[in-house]
């Protein structure tokens, strides 16, 4: 049965190869691939925060503007700590 190389990828990684091998060094990770995985998962969790955020800032523009809001007493309750 021939070897097959799924999961497996060439890349270029530039200057932040160096990056990865400091952090492998400094025994945050076992070895470079490792390193590159959790920048991909990383990324990944950044993206969804990212969506999160902008559903809620949709939804809240949504919900319209609340006229009984007095920027001037927020602001002071908020210097004041009331």
Same mark, same amino acid.
């Given at each position: 049965?021939?070897?097959?190389? %799924?999961? @497996? =990828?060439? #890349?270029? $990684?530039?200057a932040a190869?160096?990056?990865?091998?400091?952090? #492998?060094? &400094? !025994?945050? @990770?076992?070895?470079?691939?490792?390193?590159?995985?959790? !920048? $991909?998962?990383?990324?990944? &969790?950044? =993206?969804? #925060? +990212?969506?999160? $955020? +902008? =559903?809620?800032? &949709? %939804?809240?523009?949504?919900?319209? +503007?609340?006229?009984?809001?007095?920027?001037?007493? @927020?602001?002071?309750?908020?210097?004041?700590? =009331?």
């Open positions: 049965m021939p070897a097959t190389r %799924e999961g @497996f =990828a060439s #890349v270029n $990684l530039g190869k160096q990056i990865g091998l400091r952090l #492998v060094a &400094q !025994g945050r @990770f076992e070895n470079l691939s490792d390193a590159c995985r959790a !920048g $991909l998962r990383r990324l990944e &969790q950044d =993206a969804r #925060v +990212v969506e999160r $955020l +902008v =559903a809620l800032g &949709q %939804e809240g523009m949504a919900s319209g +503007v609340d006229d009984s809001f007095e920027i001037d007493a @927020f602001v002071e309750e908020v210097r004041t700590g =009331a």
